[in-house]
């Protein structure tokens, strides 16, 4: 068994971005997520939660902030 981390980061919050900063120049993996998702829902997902993908078994063990790449990303 191997350990990995991985990002996630919700449709959801790119639509919200968007709206917000109106702007339409996003795409999917410019926050620096491995998984872009549609549903899982930040509020909705705890740590300790397992979702398979594929033949991959993935286990929720901290949030993350990716401020960094989150700034590179708004930053014109």
Known sequence: MSSRAVFV???GSYR??????QRK???YGQFGENFTVDGLAD?????????RIG???????????T?????LAMCP
């Open 67 to 71: 401020w960094n790449l989150l700034k």
């Open 55 to 65: 033949g991959t078994l993935f286990e929720v063990t901290q949030p993350r902030v």
């Open 25 to 27: 120049n996003f795409s």
């Open 43 to 51: 509020d909705e997902v705890c740590i300790g939660d397992r979702y």
């Open 16 to 21: 919200y971005w968007k709206e917000q900063l």
């Open 9 to 11: 980061y919700q449709m």
